[in-house]
């Protein structure tokens, strides 16, 4: 048996614009106020040549944000709400008021407008439609049999749609794109910033001298928390539910594809628990260019623990990727920024 493990790679490969940058462009001609609004919480340029006549602005994509959306997701920093409640009430005594503070952006709003940005512009009969033309006569058109089985990390349909893939083959680790945003798990991994505010509320705690600076602050950073944890992904639940996935299947996986995915430090602790289900399993890991390699290497031997002998590469590119984007770009009406 196979366990193919899937990632975004898999989507560009097959030129869907699935990168995160397309998902400022699609914030930008959609719902701009709420990408001003982030782009303000994360301190990001969102605005360039001002046109001095019309005061009108051209928007940009800060891609050194964007290529890494979920990761960035958790180094939100404290400006995003720390100090921007009123101090002076303009009240008779000294004691403080209780405020309601609630941040400009939540973690909800960002996995709603997610959702929709997968639901209008990537996961489409019609994109799937083009795409299936294209692979049919694509000398890099990829063949799964009937044994083999899929973790799959991104929300997107493709398995199905261009494969023929069944459904019960095939685990969403993060959820799937089915109208329902609440379902998906989009987010950081980032416990060291989540600890980091947990000391700072009680370091103000400690030092709580009642007046209404201080009590804005404890509670700037209560907010601030929340949002960073509502947008934390839960690894330990999405390892478990995994496990289920294979115990259910009753799998004996004897070979691991992985394709397009960035082995992030998100993505480890699933790859460490498929390693040790079945320790003697080889490894396949794609690449996309040469540089690469090193870094996936250093992962398998270093982080997985694995030998040599056990794991191997290939290349994982397709020539027409690109045309098939443009064409999407095109059939789905995206501006680029």
Not at 24 to 49: A, G, T, V
Request: hydrophobic letters at 30%.
């Amino acid at each position: 048996m196979i366990l193919n493990i899937i990632g975004n790679g898999f989507d560009l490969y097959h030129g869907l614009p699935s990168s995160y940058y397309y998902f400022s462009c699609f914030l930008i001609n959609n719902h701009l106020e709420f990408y001003e609004e982030m782009c303000k919480s994360y301190n990001l340029k969102y605005q360039k040549n001002s046109h001095p006549i019309t005061h009108d602005f051209d928007y940009t994509a800060e891609d050194i944000f964007w290529k890494d959306f979920e990761k960035n997701l958790g180094l939100i920093d404290d400006s995003f709400i720390v100090d921007t409640s009123i101090t002076d009430l303009g009240l008779e005594y000294d004691d403080y008021t209780e405020l309601d503070i609630k941040e400009n952006i939540t973690a909800e709003e960002i996995k709603s407008y997610f959702e929709k940005w997968i639901e209008k512009t990537l996961d489409i009969n019609k994109n799937y439609k083009l795409i299936k033309k294209y692979m049919q006569s694509s000398k890099n058109a990829i063949y799964f049999g009937e044994n083999e089985y899929f973790l799959q990390f991104n929300y997107t349909h493709t398995l199905e749609k261009i494969y023929g893939i069944k459904e019960e083959k095939i685990y969403y680790i993060h959820g799937e794109c089915n109208g329902s945003y609440s379902e998906l798990i989009v987010g950081h991994g980032n416990d060291d910033r989540i600890e980091e505010i947990e000391r700072k509320i009680s370091e103000l705690e400690e030092n709580f001298d009642y007046s209404q600076k201080n009590y804005n602050n404890i509670e700037e950073y209560k907010c601030l928390l929340n949002h960073i944890t509502d947008l934390k992904k839960n690894v330990g639940e999405c390892r478990l539910k995994s496990q289920e996935f294979y115990k259910k299947n009753e799998l004996v996986i004897d070979t691991i594809k992985i394709f397009g995915l960035s082995l992030g430090e998100v993505d480890i602790p699933y790859m460490v628990d498929i390693k040790n289900r079945w320790k003697n399993a080889k490894w396949e890991f794609s690449y996309y260019e040469e540089a690469e390699k090193d870094r996936i290497k250093e992962i398998a031997l270093d982080k997985l623990e694995l030998n040599e002998s056990n794991f191997k590469f290939f290349k994982f590119s397709n020539e027409t990727a690109s045309k098939i984007k443009n064409e999407i770009i095109q059939l789905q009406n995206i501006k680029e920024w």
